[in-house]
């Protein structure tokens, strides 16, 4: 592998080999041929970002061109990850034994069921994504293990989610369950109007569930001094993902918050993700304010 993340005997401009792979119980065999390689994918721009190399050549440039303009983007997924598994480590520490994972992206691990897993091996997980390129290698990361499943989808669409039968089969709603949602919702836009289809979601859940959100940002770190909006870097990532699969829209501390609805925030509520009970040293006004997500956990009573 190359220190770019790209397999060694991928030329650019070629599909890289997609297997043999062991395929899991609900995997979906979807052929390179079947995936959409003519725009750049979010999930698989972020996995480049997190140095993997299950990409192609459209989402390695379009990475590419969203690093030259914001070289911090690498931090920022870097500390999203810690988040996720940070959060997933308190609520199952704290009892939550089923876990729907939306928008899970390329598996990268430690994944949501094998972090859950160190704390209770029973612990049940569904991972959901849009990218047919994530449902094929789900076969061979996620679902090749009891207890977890995967599911072709897109939070556009909650009740065809909900309803879906490896949900069903793995999800027991009347038993508390935790949502994530991380590094998804930039990705809708206000007219699809993201707050109603995590209430949809919410509904389904009892209380005791909880909700696990993070969310892109084009505001500086509030405690920076010498923060501000790089306006020309900020407008240089937009554009970018205006290419892609989905658009990226960027909301404000203010605009997020009222994402969580009927889920109570936990302590220390929204926050830069390494500001979310961080488990070693914490990153100083600058490394935060070149950190572009906020993250909250919330809780159904």
């Known amino acids: ?5 790209i397999p060694l005997g991928a030329p650019d401009g070629e599909l890289p080999e997609m297997g043999p792979y062991v395929q899991g119980p609900e995997h979906s065999g979807f052929s390179a ?5 003519s725009r750049p994918h979010p999930a698989r721009m972020y996995d480049y970002y997190l140095g993997g190399w299950d990409n192609y050549e459209v989402d390695r440039v379009a990475a ?3 690093i030259e303009v914001h070289p911090q983007v690498r931090l920022s997924a870097r500390a999203n990850r810690a988040f996720l598994r940070r959060a997933v480590r308190e609520l199952v520490a ?3 034994r089923q876990i729907i994972d939306i928008g899970t992206g390329i598996p990268t691990s430690p994944n949501t069921h094998e972090v859950a897993r160190e704390t209770a091996p029973d612990t049940r997980v569904v991972y959901v994504d849009n990218d047919p ?9 996620l679902t090749n293990t009891e207890r977890t499943g995967f599911v072709l989808g897109d939070v556009r669409d909650p009740k065809a989610l909900l309803d879906h039968p490896t949900v069903r089969e793995l999800i027991d709603f009347d038993r508390p369950v935790a949502l994530l949602l991380v590094a998804v919702l930039h990705f809708i836009r206000d007219d699809e109007d993201p707050a109603a289809l995590i209430a949809t979601l919410a509904e389904a859940l009892p209380a005791g569930s909880h909700l696990v ?16 909006t790089d306006e020309r870097a900020r407008d240089g990532v937009v554009n970018v993902y205006k290419s892609a699969t989905a658009t990226l829209n960027l909301r404000s501390k203010a605009e997020v918050e009222p ?3 009927q889920f109570a925030l936990l302590e220390p509520g929204v926050v830069r993700v390494p500001l979310w009970r961080p488990d070693g040293p914490v ?6 304010n070149d950190t572009i997500f906020y993250g909250g956990v919330g809780r159904k009573s």
Not at 1 to 5: F, K, R, S
Not at 33 to 37: K, L, M, N
Not at 283 to 288: A, I, M, N, R, V
């Open 1 to 5: 592998m190359t220190e770019q993340g």
């Open 33 to 37: 041929a079947e995936i959409d390689t």
């Open 64 to 66: 590419e061109r969203v």
């Open 94 to 96: 704290g009892g939550i």
């Open 133 to 141: 390129i994530v449902a094929t290698h789900a076969g061979a990361r």
């Open 213 to 228: 959100l993070t969310h892109a940002t084009g505001e500086p770190y509030e405690d920076y001094t010498a923060g501000r």
């Open 259 to 261: 994402l969580f609805g």
């Open 283 to 288: 990153p100083g006004p600058k490394e935060l």
